[in-house]
């Protein structure tokens, strides 16, 4: 079931926001989009069995359960069997919608390419190629958004791998004063994997995107995480939830793949 998302203090329309525009390099070959890969079943809604059910299935239950009823999935062109798969939405219960990138540089181009459709509203960005608990992790952020009037909240999880990802540092009042992307060295131990935002850093990060130079094959990839860095440093507040006490799964890589599946299975 639904929770609520809204309060008389968040009277902005919530957003999903799902890029999908990525290659998958570190699967290999696939028959089709990693973020429609079967990762166990649910009941079929008509009552006929069992359907598969596919990893980004799995956010979108949590936007959802936040009372998120609509979401972009941004997608680059032969990606469209992730359209073809949720159609307008109605088989989990939200109005889906379907936005073409065309440019490879990097997840912040892919988000901007929503910019013209959801710059009044307050974001709720999700991965759809990543497993997390609990169910109510957008609930707890939205809350604090509205609670705190913070321009960005992240959901903060463990991380065993801080050197491949981005981790956080938070101050005694739960702000978060840096951001490091994929770290040499630390001995930092929280990521984040979900965030909520409000239009103030959506325009924040379409307005950083313009300044920045053209990006080529040999520019470094530019992560979400350094538009959030840069919004810090930019006096944006960027503040922290603990939303889980277990690391997120990405299964972008064979052997998570195989995990996600085997532990889906025993459930």
């Not at 609930?139 to 509205?146: A, D, G, K, M, S």
């Not at 930092?188 to 130079?213: Q, R």
Request: aromatic share 10%; charged share 20%.
């Amino acid at each position: 079931m639904a929770g609520t998302a809204f309060s008389p203090a968040n009277t902005r329309r919530l957003v999903g926001l799902i890029p999908a525009a990525g290659y998958a390099t570190r699967l290999g070959t696939l028959p089709h989009s990693k973020e429609i890969h079967p990762i166990g079943t649910y009941p079929d809604p008509n009552g006929s069995g069992l359907r598969p059910k596919v990893v980004s299935h799995y956010l979108l239950e949590k936007m959802r359960y936040a009372g998120i009823d609509r979401a972009y999935f941004i997608l680059r062109d032969g990606k469209w069997d992730i359209a073809a798969h949720f159609k307008d939405g109605a088989t989990v219960d939200m109005f889906l919608a379907y936005l073409l990138v065309t440019v490879p540089y990097g997840t912040p181009y892919t988000l901007d390419v929503a910019y013209p459709f959801v710059c009044d509203s307050l974001i709720a960005l999700g991965f759809p190629d990543i497993l997390f608990s609990p169910d109510d992790a957008y609930t707890r952020l939205i809350e604090h958004q509205v609670k705190s009037g913070a321009d960005v909240v992240l959901g903060l999880f463990p991380t065993d791998e801080p050197q491949a990802t981005d981790v956080v540092v938070l101050d005694d009042r739960g702000r978060i004063v840096q951001i490091l992307t994929k770290p040499k060295n630390t001995i930092l131990s929280h990521t984040w994997g979900i965030a909520v935002w409000t239009p103030k850093f959506t325009e924040f990060l379409h307005d950083y995107l313009a300044g920045l130079p053209i990006p080529t094959k040999d520019t470094r990839e530019l992560f979400v995480g350094d538009v959030v860095q840069a919004g810090i440093k930019c006096g944006m507040r960027v503040e922290g939830v603990y939303v889980s006490d277990t690391p997120f799964l990405d299964i972008g890589t064979p052997e998570n793949l195989a995990r996600a599946i085997c532990e889906a299975s025993i459930e």
